[in-house]
């Protein structure tokens, strides 16, 4: 296994990694032998979207290691380009990680949802896959942690000593987090993994297996929260595609 980089393509303004699930997950358990110190990022439309208008949230993504492609247009369009690329979704990507690491003694850490959804989430996780090492669980506040409390977060982490330190915070929160927090951190990877903590403490209701493949989770999301998603989902996608007919229009222009 090897931690060299994938190719990453441009969708707007926003450099995605094309890569395979299997390729994602070889990179993360190469990480501690080859003392890499990655920065692993799941991609969305919404992701697209706010990279557009936000230029911190731009620069996070673009200074990490991993912007893996989690929403299914984003797969549509890299292959349409000729890559060889798999939906790689943190929701996914946590389980596997987390189970496939075990033969290894990987460590975990996990950090944010709500009040008590952190440790919900480790004892699920403990009883999916026995002998899986969760080293450290913290729900912060939703409210700014103070420059102590910040600290006092981080050296908690880093006195666990884990090799993957798992942050959902929300988007672009947690991808803001990360870029704040990489080089402060020990661990040789820190994810933004987002609802992964929802879904996998059981906080949420994800979409059908079919649905997900359909690319239509968002569906799913909005038929479950219509309003507080609608207007989120029709100006996000609206955007999205404007976005892609730009893009078109450059490509055939040069």
């Not at 697209?48 to 929403?71: H, K, L, Q």
């Not at 239509?216 to 929260?225: F, G, H, I, Q």
């Amino acid at each position: 296994m090897s931690t060299a980089l994938p190719t990453r393509r441009r969708i707007g303004t926003l450099a995605v990694s094309a890569i395979t699930f299997d390729q994602a997950v070889a990179l993360v358990l190469a990480a501690r032998d080859e003392a890499a110190r990655l920065a692993i990022h799941f991609c969305t439309v919404h992701s697209i979207v706010e990279s557009e208008r936000n230029a911190a949230v731009r620069a996070a993504y673009e200074r990490a290691s991993v912007i893996a492609p989690d929403g299914m247009p984003l797969v549509w369009v890299l292959r349409r380009r000729g890559l060889p690329v798999e939906r790689v979704c943190g929701p996914d990507f946590m389980p596997a990680l987390l189970d496939r690491g075990r033969a290894l003694g990987y460590r975990h850490y996990l950090y944010g949802g709500a009040p008590g959804v952190a440790e919900v989430l480790r004892t699920r996780m403990r009883e999916r896959y026995p002998g899986v090492e969760i080293v450290g669980c913290d729900s912060p506040p939703f409210r700014a942690l103070s420059a102590v409390e910040d600290r006092a977060a981080v050296a908690r982490m880093n006195a666990a000593r884990p090799d993957c330190v798992w942050v959902g915070l929300g988007a672009p929160k947690q991808d803001l987090w990360v870029e704040d927090h990489r080089a402060a951190l020990d661990a040789p990877v820190v994810l933004a993994v987002g609802a992964a903590f929802d879904f996998h403490s059981g906080a949420r209701r994800r979409a059908p297996r079919w649905m997900q493949r359909a690319g239509l989770e968002w569906a799913y999301r909005l038929a479950s929260e219509p309003g507080r998603l609608a207007a989120r989902y029709t100006l996000t996608n609206a955007r999205f595609l404007r976005i892609l007919a730009r893009d078109e229009l450059l490509h055939h222009a040069t």
